[in-house]
């Protein structure tokens, strides 16, 4: 893998996609299919974009790696809750590719309340010749009928079509933070601040509820569930994490409520960082299997731990994202920004993992190598086909010209939401209303 440690720049290249500057066109969550032919967007606005990667050509086989919007499609409105009085966001919280079995495509979305299916297809024929209809549509009088037509199929321009199949709803009293489809493909998971539901992918009408860690007296209430997800390849287990920075395996096989949990991964606090801010900064924000399903991956605020499933009592591996951070959590905890929940993925072969950070860079460390570096997407340096140069923060004393200071970063421009490819080298970032796709560097 010839990304990390690369030298004095590294093998990457960049695409833009640019979108106008609302808030509504913030992106709030960025997701491949299984393929990674297809990649998906949701934003603030409850829209979904679909890029779609380019063909390969003989003439211009750099153009591989591009993606160019497939197709665009309201998936939630801006609801109201009357009886609460509370108003439901339309933004998209997460969205969850199900596996392709024949020639559409199916993905799941959600906002704080409800999980949408949706069917992608293409249409490049149209029905002609009906009996009973005119050209226009409009339905023909039967006594004028006089001759028997065979309906035929003509071509047309390729149109793409977007359109939910089920709407999975009324299920959650607390913001969906996350949803996660099962390895067996017919059942899907949803969760909230305190309850897990299981729901199948036919039925929408009722779901399980398969963890609820909802006190008697809320005024008793410790941690809220902060992600979960199911097995990649056991359909029977799953995880969760808390805000408490504790992560709970269970086995769906013990009992129907999975309250009691088969295994419990907690890294106990070293006294000496014990602060004010210690319960904030342990709080997990993101938790992902590996792809092999042997390791779990956690995020919190300032670092990276991989857990391997067999070992509950520390991780395997820590890293620091922006461990420069430390001194500044009291301004950071003023503007809001410490509550920030930043997301963290795998590449294709569980080597080398990827998460963001401020300024808008982002952060790739090498689990074989132990090396790490600090790469930007910003529209600077983000001309197509242009190499990323490492970034490097400055703490204290002289700064190099090449680096950057640690009051220097922008702390409005974040980087949470991050996909790898399933099985090469091509990246994708969300900055706030921007869209960065990296890959390797092509000769």
Same mark, same amino acid.
């Given at each position: 893998?010839?990304?990390?440690?690369?030298?004095?720049?590294?093998?990457?290249?960049?695409?833009?996609?640019?979108?106008?500057?609302?808030?509504?066109?913030?992106?709030?969550?960025?997701?491949?299919?299984?393929?990674?032919?297809?990649?998906?967007?949701?934003?603030?606005?409850?829209?979904?974009?679909?890029?779609?990667?380019?063909?390969?050509?003989?003439?211009?086989?750099?153009?591989?790696?591009?993606?160019?919007?497939?197709?665009?499609?309201?998936?939630?409105?801006?609801?109201?809750?009357?009886?609460?009085?509370?108003?439901?966001?339309?933004?998209?919280?997460?969205?969850?590719?199900?596996?392709?079995?024949?020639?559409?495509?199916?993905?799941?979305?959600?906002?704080?309340?409800?999980?949408?299916?949706?069917?992608?297809?293409?249409?490049?024929?149209?029905?002609?010749?009906?009996?009973?209809?005119?050209?226009?549509?409009?339905?023909?009088?039967?006594?004028?009928?006089?001759?028997?037509?065979?309906?035929?199929?003509?071509?047309?321009?390729?149109?793409?079509?977007?359109?939910?199949?089920?709407?999975?709803?009324?299920?959650?009293?607390?913001?969906?933070?996350?949803?996660?489809?099962?390895? &067996?493909?017919?059942?899907?998971?949803?969760?909230?601040?305190?309850?897990?539901?299981?729901?199948?992918?036919?039925?929408?009408?009722?779901?399980?509820?398969?963890?609820?860690?909802?006190?008697?007296?809320?005024?008793?209430?410790? +941690?809220?569930?902060?992600?979960?997800?199911?097995?990649?390849?056991?359909?029977?287990?799953?995880?969760?994490?808390?805000?408490?920075?504790?992560?709970?395996?269970?086995?769906?096989?013990?009992?129907?409520?999975?309250?009691?949990?088969?295994?419990?991964?907690?890294?106990?606090?070293?006294?000496?960082?014990?602060?004010?801010?210690?319960?904030?900064?342990?709080?997990?924000?993101?938790?992902?299997?590996?792809?092999?399903?042997?390791?779990?991956?956690?995020?919190?605020?300032?670092?990276?731990?991989?857990? &391997?499933?067999?070992?509950?009592?520390?991780?395997?591996?820590?890293?620091?994202?922006?461990?420069?951070?430390?001194?500044?959590?009291?301004?950071?905890?003023?503007?809001?920004?410490?509550?920030?929940?930043?997301?963290?993925?795998?590449?294709?072969s569980d080597s080398v993992i990827m998460t963001g950070s401020y300024n808008n860079f982002f952060r790739m460390?090498?689990?074989?190598?132990?090396?790490?570096?600090?790469? +930007?997407?910003?529209?600077?340096?983000?001309?197509?086909?242009?190499?990323?140069?490492?970034?490097?923060?400055?703490?204290?004393?002289?700064?190099?010209?090449?680096?950057?200071?640690?009051?220097?970063?922008?702390?409005?421009k974040k980087i949470l939401h991050t996909a790898w490819h399933p099985s090469e080298n091509i990246i994708a970032?969300?900055?706030?209303?921007?869209?960065?796709?990296?890959?390797?560097?092509?000769?």
């Amino acid at each position: 893998y010839q990304v990390i440690g690369g030298g004095g720049s590294m093998p990457f290249m960049t695409k833009q996609q640019k979108v106008s500057e609302t808030i509504t066109d913030i992106i709030s969550t960025v997701e491949f299919n299984s393929t990674g032919e297809l990649l998906a967007t949701g934003d603030k606005g409850g829209r979904v974009v679909v890029f779609q990667r380019e063909q390969e050509s003989k003439n211009q086989p750099h153009r591989r790696g591009e993606y160019n919007v497939y197709s665009t499609f309201q998936s939630h409105e801006p609801e109201f809750d009357y009886l609460k009085s509370l108003e439901i966001e339309e933004k998209i919280n997460k969205i969850r590719w199900l596996p392709q079995h024949n020639a559409a495509y199916f993905l799941l979305s959600t906002n704080d309340k409800t999980v949408k299916l949706w069917k992608i297809s293409e249409r490049d024929r149209r029905p002609e010749g009906y009996n009973l209809k005119d050209e226009e549509g409009r339905i023909r009088d039967p006594a004028t009928i006089t001759t028997l037509r065979v309906p035929v199929l003509r071509p047309m321009d390729l149109m793409v079509e977007a359109t939910a199949r089920r709407i999975f709803s009324n299920a959650h009293t607390y913001h969906i933070n996350s949803i996660s489809v099962n390895s &067996d493909y017919e059942t899907f998971m949803s969760t909230d601040d305190l309850r897990i539901n299981l729901w199948n992918l036919e039925i929408t009408n009722k779901s399980f509820n398969i963890v609820d860690i909802k006190p008697a007296n809320m005024e008793e209430l410790t +941690e809220v569930i902060t992600a979960a997800e199911f097995h990649p390849n056991q359909c029977n287990t799953f995880v969760y994490s808390s805000s408490k920075g504790s992560i709970r395996l269970c086995d769906m096989r013990a009992a129907a409520l999975c309250d009691n949990h088969s295994k419990f991964f907690e890294e106990p606090e070293d006294p000496s960082n014990r602060s004010f801010f210690s319960e904030i900064i342990s709080s997990i924000s993101d938790v992902k299997f590996s792809h092999s399903g042997r390791y779990l991956m956690t995020r919190d605020y300032l670092t990276v731990k991989v857990w &391997d499933l067999n070992m509950e009592s520390k991780p395997l591996e820590t890293y620091q994202v922006h461990d420069y951070l430390r001194s500044k959590l009291c301004s950071l905890y003023e503007n809001d920004c410490i509550f920030d929940k930043f997301e963290c993925v795998w590449n294709g072969s569980d080597s080398v993992i990827m998460t963001g950070s401020y300024n808008n860079f982002f952060r790739m460390f090498d689990r074989n190598t132990k090396r790490d570096v600090t790469l +930007e997407a910003s529209r600077e340096n983000s001309k197509p086909r242009a190499i990323l140069k490492p970034r490097k923060v400055c703490v204290g004393g002289k700064r190099r010209k090449d680096e950057i200071s640690v009051d220097s970063l922008d702390f409005s421009k974040k980087i949470l939401h991050t996909a790898w490819h399933p099985s090469e080298n091509i990246i994708a970032v969300a900055a706030t209303n921007n869209l960065y796709i990296f890959q390797d560097k092509v000769n």
